[in-house]
């Protein structure tokens, strides 16, 4: 699906090549400006070699899963459920998708993003020194993460809802 486009459009020697019409190509009714360039860039230099875009992804997902061990951490300041959480998310079958193809690395950089988002949410959460600071660095994230992939627009909705909602 977009993965082949994607390859495509990047070996296309007519396809802009410059970074701001790369911003601004909606592929499939789909503008992601931030993946985007990314991902065309690594095309063009990696052509079908799936590797770096594994490699890339797989880093992405150890990361998250560190965060998210964390975070969990953070929460239940108890280390069986931190280590549990992490492998969990190494574990996972929905994993499967940053293992493959060339898209791994949009789907995993987003989640990535988000978490950072939450753990540093988690984080004003405990401590008050620059809580305001954190919660706008935290929406920063959450912006990120929509502008990378669509599909967080839903979490930045409902993390402003809560957020509006239950404001301490």
Same mark, same amino acid.
């Given at each position: 699906?977009?993965?082949? $486009?994607?390859?495509?459009?990047?070996?296309?020697?007519? !396809?802009?090549?410059? $970074?701001?019409?790369?911003?601004? *190509?909606?592929?499939?009714? +789909?503008?992601?400006?931030?993946?985007?360039?990314? %991902?065309?860039?690594?095309?063009?230099?990696? !052509?079908?070699?799936?590797?770096?875009?594994?490699? %890339?992804?797989?880093?992405?997902?150890? /990361?998250?899963? =560190?965060? =998210?061990?964390?975070?969990?951490?953070? $929460?239940? &300041? +108890?280390?069986?459920?931190?280590?549990?959480?992490?492998?969990?998310?190494?574990?996972?079958?929905?994993?499967?998708?940053?293992?493959?193809?060339?898209? !791994?690395?949009?789907?995993?950089? /987003?989640?990535?993003?988000?978490?950072?988002?939450?753990?540093?949410?988690? &984080?004003?959460?405990?401590?008050?020194?620059?809580?305001?600071?954190?919660?706008?660095?935290?929406? !920063?994230?959450?912006?990120?993460?929509?502008?990378?992939?669509?599909?967080? *627009?839903?979490?930045?909705? /409902? $993390?402003?809802?809560?957020?509006? =909602?239950?404001? +301490?």
């Amino acid at each position: 699906g977009d993965d082949s $486009l994607l390859v495509n459009d990047a070996t296309n020697p007519n !396809g802009p090549d410059d $970074l701001v019409s790369q911003i601004f *190509i909606v592929g499939g009714g +789909k503008w992601r400006p931030l993946s985007t360039p990314l %991902l065309l860039r690594m095309a063009r230099y990696f !052509g079908n070699d799936l590797v770096p875009f594994q490699i %890339l992804s797989m880093a992405f997902l150890i /990361a998250t899963a =560190i965060l =998210i061990g964390l975070m969990v951490h953070r $929460l239940t &300041e +108890k280390t069986t459920p931190s280590v549990f959480a992490t492998v969990l998310v190494l574990s996972s079958p929905f994993t499967w998708l940053y293992q493959s193809w060339t898209y !791994g690395v949009m789907e995993s950089s /987003a989640l990535f993003c988000t978490v950072i988002s939450l753990y540093i949410l988690t &984080e004003s959460f405990f401590s008050t020194m620059h809580a305001q600071l954190r919660i706008w660095v935290a929406f !920063g994230f959450i912006l990120i993460s929509t502008l990378i992939h669509e599909r967080y *627009i839903i979490v930045s909705l /409902a $993390l402003f809802s809560i957020y509006t =909602i239950f404001p +301490k």
